[in-house]
C-alpha cells in the first residue's frame, strides 16, 4: 500500500470517527479505503460497454 495525505471537511472526519466509535470500522483509514474501493467498483469496474 502507499500513503496519501488528503484534506477532508470536519464534518466528514466527525462521521468517520463516528463509525469508528460505532464500531463499523476497525478505524478511519479502513473506512475510507472502503469508500473509496465502493466508488472505483461502481465507478469504474461498474461500467458496461454498449456495443
Same mark, same amino acid.
Given at each position: 500500500?502507499?500513503?496519501?495525505?488528503?484534506?477532508?471537511?470536519?464534518?466528514?472526519?466527525?462521521?468517520?470517527?463516528?463509525? /469508528?466509535?460505532?464500531?463499523?470500522?476497525?478505524? &478511519?483509514?479502513?473506512?475510507? &479505503? /472502503?469508500?473509496? &474501493?465502493?466508488?472505483?467498483?461502481?465507478? /469504474?469496474?461498474? &461500467?458496461?460497454? /454498449?456495443?
Amino acid at each position: 500500500m502507499k500513503l496519501i495525505t488528503l484534506y477532508l471537511p470536519e464534518p466528514y472526519i466527525e462521521a468517520l470517527n463516528q463509525l /469508528v466509535t460505532e464500531k463499523y470500522y476497525p478505524n &478511519r483509514a479502513e473506512a475510507i &479505503r /472502503v469508500a473509496i &474501493r465502493d466508488l472505483i467498483s461502481d465507478e /469504474v469496474w461498474g &461500467r458496461k460497454t /454498449v456495443g
